[in-house]
């Protein structure tokens, strides 16, 4: 448990830290008992929770502090977030070693000669560099929860329950993992399940305009038809608690309520919020340094196992190549610092595993390629990297769709799984992928599809395959890695097959959407993954599974460092979020996971920031 720390040591403690919200400088003698390494969902609140808890912090974060940024602050602005110079990192990843089929993905990104993009098929500019598919991250205070669409969705229930089989160690069930969501959420909508509301999560539920829209009252009445259910329950169904402890949670369908980390005012929550505030109210014995590239992992090598001890690193701004202001000329000024207890590795799905790489753990053969000391040979650390599936219906209606900010989320079973396997979102957008200006539709950025666009966007949760690779390309701690997502590699067919019945669900209630009535918004044409009036496409199943996996995009990257059992010579982590081979240094992001958790990570990396604080106060080493 944490120590109980008297004023006159609380005092001395204090003197030894900086606590402004700047926080810039490391403390004189470079020692802390932790040190955190990124700021996202797992590191921010794992080292806001260990320095309440009285603990001394050292939390280095490589990108500024953009929490005032408007694009940032008002959750709404999420596109123009992901888009903006200040606060994303660009990385760019293959879905497979088909180059005929990377290259009829739609919106595969060029560099060209003046420093600017192109996206798209067919013939870039002359001299036009292919990078591949755009793959948004966001470097800045918060990690990748200050650029998202704030879904919030604690995944079904078998996600948790299948680490508590395979570990061995039920405190992974989904059970007693529910706490931790207690815990951390400040809930500000109704529900008749427990929650908590005092906690440093905003949570809301947005309204899906059923009372405000008669488009979309009218089309989520039909999902609710096609799901099972009556017109009358409509609006019940919208108001169901997405994170509820319903019985048979896993296997509930239909429309339901959407839960955001949005404040009631309408700005975004985040760990990056609370980290700051746990900085700037100055009482805490917490260092926060900003523009600080951690490098590399410093081991202390004569025990029995290597023991992690401090972290080398490079201060200064836009130090990684990731970030669109990198200047390879800036090589930042290098520093170490000291953890006496632990170091705390939270880089996100494709920074933590290049970090535990540069620092010589991971696959003996690949280290040895660019003659990285091995420190550790462990298979797992970048391979089997996972990610869903996301695709989309996307049709045009025969009027412009009214309300197009309201939006509901669907969950559907399909064949392919004995739980609900599609999450989807429906209303008057486009979303189609990533590439640089998303949503704006390539190559001149001009617009989406009009005000008559209507679109499900589909997650595919637990796909089969789960065969990403994600290796260094150099020994320079600032360039990216290569990634290779392997899209499809295994179990195509079904996972297709699921994703196609999603679609094909929708169209079974979009397809009833009155054609004869004066103004109605039907009948709706398909752009995508057929073409044509709905209930009357020309393609066939074969068409539309070629597209969808040619097409398909994601970005809920994870597992590449993952937890798993003993005997898994792929298992970087045990249960307790302790690196294999080593002492003192655990991951703690959405690399720890065996596999995507639910449709969105979010929400389960802030719920592992939890169990880990839990973990480690409990002295759990």
Known sequence: MAPTLSLASSLASLALFTLSASATSLANNNTYEYIVVGTGPGGGPLAANLA????????????????????????????????????????????SDDEAREAR???????????????????????????????????????????????TMNPNDLDWDDIAETTGDESWSSENMRKYLVQLEKVHYNSTYEHGHNGWLDMTMLDPGFSTSADAKQLSQLAAQAAGFSIADTSKLLTQDMNGDQPNRDNLVGPFGGVSHVTPEGRRSSPGYYLRDTVKEGKYPITLSLDTLATKIIFDKKGKKPKAIGIEYLKGKSLYSADPRYNASEKGVAGKAYASKEVIISGGAFNSPQLLLLSG????????????????????????????????????GSRAVTGLGEIFPAFWKTSQSKIRDIYMWCGGFSFEGFWPGFPNIPPNFTGTHGPNQYECALVHMNPRSQAGVLELQSTDPRDVPTINLNFFKDGADHDLSAILEGVNWVRSWLSKVPTTEKGSLGPFTELHPCEGVIGKQNC???????????????????????????DDKFAVLDSLFRVRGVSGLRVVDASSFPKVPGAFPVLPTMMLAQKATEVILKGRE
Request: net charge positive; with cysteine.
């Open 540 to 566: 066939t199943v074969a068409s539309q599974k070629t597209y969808l996996k040619e097409q398909a995009y994601s970005h809920h990257a994870s597992s590449s460092a993952r937890i798993g059992a003993d």
């Open 361 to 396: 753990i991971g696959p003996a053969a690949h280290l040895k390629k660019f003659k990285i000391p091995v420190v550790v040979d462990s298979p797992g650390v970048g391979q089997q990297v996972a990610d869903n599936y996301e695709a989309g219906i996307l049709s045009l």
């Open 105 to 151: 993905y739609l919106h595969r990104t060029w560099r060209k000669t003046d420093g600017n993009f192109y996206v798209g098929i067919g013939y870039p500019p002359a001299g036009a560099k292919p990078l591949g598919i755009y793959y948004p991250r966001a470097g800045t205070l918060g990690g990748c929860a200050m650029h998202n669409g704030c879904l």
């Open 52 to 95: 309440r808890a009285g603990h001394s912090v050292l939390v280095l974060e490589a990108g500024d502090d953009q929490t005032e940024n408007v694009n940032v602050s008002q959750w709404l602005n999420f596109n123009a977030a992901g888009n903006d110079p200040a606060t994303r990192w660009d990385f760019f990843v293959k879905h």
